[in-house]
DNA sequence: CAGCCGTGGCT
DNA sequence: TAGCCAAGGCT
């Protein structure tokens, strides 16, 4: 029996069949949850999956909407840029495709946010097409099955990677094999401690053979990161805190935070330059000589390790937001979490 | 091309 | 526990 031959019926009997975008396969459907998928664990996008698709249930719905709904929409999920991208595809698809989504895998993988791989995935789920995916189940099972050494993140590897997930394809059923090795990567074929006697393909797999199934795929080569630490201002009037607009792109593109300064910057100078350069979108609160009266300037303990400190936009929008609310605003995680953390500073 | 982008789970 | 990685794509 061939290699796709014996995944096809594993996946019948082992494979998962009740995931939420699995019981839809409208082209829309299959779209939102291969974004939501990359990079991010199923347990993790099933909740936002249905949230995102009852209310923005097309991609009409989803183009006639505001960017910030969007991102609120997908806050905590991270890898905001998806977001955007999704919200600005969504619009192509009206305008240039007439609201219905292209077929063909060359249109599919113009989309912005859409590479190869999750293109052959939206074609093949959705429109039955021939097409191969490369995601990291994909690369684990074929690292292993083939004795594909080295790290897959360099050209080279992945080029071999793609020619073998290609040569792989069956001529019929490739929605169920494509389904399947991406089960077989998610349930048996493990980074960490791999199920190999539940695994339908362990007698050909060079991996097993050898005895090098943890050891494939290859790991990044690790480098050394320089981490610099950094703190949140937590700038607090009464029930109030002053949340930013960060840029529109980059970390946490288009999302409220803190402000953020380096450990090094003096925190209190920081805050006063910042409020006096937005005394205008401060009105109607007091002159920044009056904030340490009228405001609570608190620097949170919490430190946080980065790679860099983020550049910091240009004109920067400001608001105060009611803490009640600000839990519920299109803020990222780390910033819902100090703000539970803070709390109601009190009267 | 290599670095960046986020959060959570795992060991 | 601190690092690694996950249904990758963009610059």
């Known amino acids: ?45 099933i909740p936002y999956y249905q949230r995102f698709l009852e209310r ?38 009206v305008e240039r495709w007439g609201g219905v989504f292209p077929k063909r895998v060359e ?22 097409a021939r097409a191969a995916i490369l995601d990291g189940n994909v690369k684990r099972v074929l690292a292993r099955c083939f004795g594909i050494e080295g790290y897959p993140g360099t050209p080279a590897v992945e080029r071999r990677l793609w020619r073998q997930a290609e040569s792989l394809l069956p001529e019929r059923d490739v929605a169920a094999y494509t389904q399947a090795l991406m089960d077989l990567g998610a349930l048996v074929c493990t980074r960490a401690r791999p199920r190999c006697e539940a695994c339908p393909v362990a007698g050909d797999c060079v991996a097993r053979l050898t005895g090098r199934a943890e050891q ?7 480098r050394p990161l320089p981490l610099r630490q950094v703190q949140w201002l937590v700038v607090l009037r009464h029930d109030e805190v002053l949340l930013e607009k960060r840029p529109p792109a980059g970390l946490w593109g288009g999302l409220w935070s803190f402000p953020e300064i380096a450990v090094e ?3 209190t100078a920081w805050c006063e330059r910042a409020l006096q350069a937005s005394a205008q979108a401060l009105t109607p609160l007091e002159p920044f000589d009056h904030v340490f009266t009228h405001f609570a300037l608190r620097i949170h303990p919490q430190l946080v390790r980065v790679r860099r400190v983020p550049a910091r936009a240009a004109q920067p929008g400001w608001l105060w937001i009611p803490i009640d609310e600000a839990a519920r605003a299109a803020v990222p995680t780390p910033v819902r979490k100090v703000l539970a953390a803070v709390g109601s500073p009190g009267p």
């Open 1 to 45: 029996m061939s290699f796709a031959d014996r995944l096809i019926d594993w996946q019948r009997r082992a494979g998962r069949h009740d995931l939420p975008w699995q019981r839809r396969r409208d082209p829309y459907g299959v779209w939102v949850a291969e974004i939501m998928l990359q990079q991010t664990q199923v347990a993790t996008v």
């Open 56 to 93: 923005f249930p097309s991609a009409a719905a989803l183009a006639e909407a505001d960017l910030d709904e969007v991102l609120q929409l997908w806050s905590g999920l991270g890898y905001y840029s998806r977001a955007r991208h999704l919200h600005r595809a969504a619009r192509e698809i």
């Open 107 to 128: 249109d599919i993988a113009r989309l912005p946010g859409v590479g190869r791989s999750t293109a052959a995935a939206i074609a093949v789920f959705a429109f039955g």
């Open 216 to 222: 494939l795929p290859t790991p990044r080569p690790r």
């Open 265 to 267: 910057e003096d925190a």
